[in-house]
């Protein structure tokens, strides 16, 4: 499974989805995505860019959704039969976070 998150994507005790799918005994996380400012807000500042990562508490690959492409590539899905999508929005940002769920 993979998730694509951005910094919102947490429970009611600020937990990131990606820690909770990791820690969770019944779910084999494989991979994380992020959008504009990052999986885990890592690119909070302006329009920046960013490129593919690992990720410090699970060491899973991070891929950019924000950087060379904008949509999950077959190498990407490669790493997951199922992808879940958690981007909150209020409708501020109507340019990129619902042109990645597209």
Do not use: C
């Not at 951005?6 to 429970?11: I, L, T």
């Not at 920046?48 to 190498?75: C, H, M, N």
């Amino acid at each position: 499974m993979a998730v694509i998150s951005h910094p919102a994507s947490v429970d009611s005790r600020l937990n990131h989805i990606a820690d909770l799918f990791w820690e969770h005994p019944e779910i084999r996380l494989t991979a994380i995505m992020g959008p504009q400012h990052g999986a885990r807000g890592e690119t909070q500042d302006d329009m920046i860019e960013w490129q593919d990562y690992r990720d410090r508490r699970t060491g899973l690959p991070v891929f950019s959704l924000y950087g060379e492409v904008r949509k999950p590539t077959a190498e990407m899905l490669s790493h997951a039969d199922v992808v879940v999508f958690d981007l909150q929005d209020v409708g501020a940002r109507y340019y990129t976070f619902i042109h990645t769920l597209a």
